[in-house]
């Protein structure tokens, strides 16, 4: 019996990862920052999540899905039963693709969709061939943001203001607007929001802004939807390891992103897209909407 128990005990340490801590390497990159490009590689394999069959015949639609968290919760989608549609840039092709790949090895379908989400006619075709593709649409997860830092608000100009709107909380409507014409009595919108439209960011005035709004938008559509069976809920993560950091911030700047929290790390995309798997699944949340979830690496001061 001792060396059961030992034995186990083993097994269960194996299976707490050692994910990377600061400083991170010192790099930059052009928007809108490629996956691949980046050292280490965020992580979004999962390999000691188990799929249960939570998402078993549903098909989504991931905006962003091409890396960072959208990346990680398409895989984990797939693994629970999902076929997916994803979203990306023209130039984010490769990143899309791997994710493409990462979601067949799960043995599901996936379709990636390139365009500009601040196009008010792409967020409708995004809609529009999802359903073509699959033949219906249960889960939307809005994610996709643009984000970009400056010193004071002097700096940020009318174009960044707009542009980061655009991007991140009118495409969260223009989307949603069109998939509520598809969403059926069981179906789940989720949000990607941010620890910053709680506490706010010093030099991220338009990007907290947005995430502000993704946060009240996602109370204000629960209560709009629920008498129709559709539940809406948002993760709002802290620091994460995405192509968002790199191609925002200065070399040395990355280097100590996430050095702040508890953890003394960011997370990696793999550690937040459970969270959006609870949110996805009526197995596991069908009494929660319009909840904003924060995942913060030990921090325990969000508003």
Known sequence: MPNKTKARKSAAEKRVKQYPKNPLPAQHQRKPGLEYKIKPRPQYQAPH???SGKLDGKTALVTGG???????????????GADVAITHLPVEARDAEETRRAVEAEGRRCLTLAGDLTDPGFCEDVVERTVEEFGKLDILVNNAAFQQHQESLEELTDDQWDRTFRTNIYAYFRVTKAALRHLQRGAAIVNTGSITGLNGSEQLLDYSATKGAIHTFTKSLAQNVV????????????????PLNPSDQGPEDVKDFGADQPMKRPAQPEEIAPAFVFFASNADSS?????????????TTAA
Not at 66 to 80: F, H, K, M, T
Not at 227 to 242: F, L, M, Q, S, Y
Not at 287 to 299: H, Q, S
């Open 227 to 242: 008498k129709r069976g559709i539940r809406v809920n948002c993760v709002a993560p802290g620091p994460v390891w995405t």
């Open 49 to 51: 999540y188990q799929g």
């Open 66 to 80: 091409d890396s960072g968290i959208g990346r990680a919760v398409a895989v984990l989608y797939a693994r629970e």
């Open 287 to 299: 009494y929660i909407t319009g909840e904003v979830l924060t995942l913060l690496g030990g921090e």
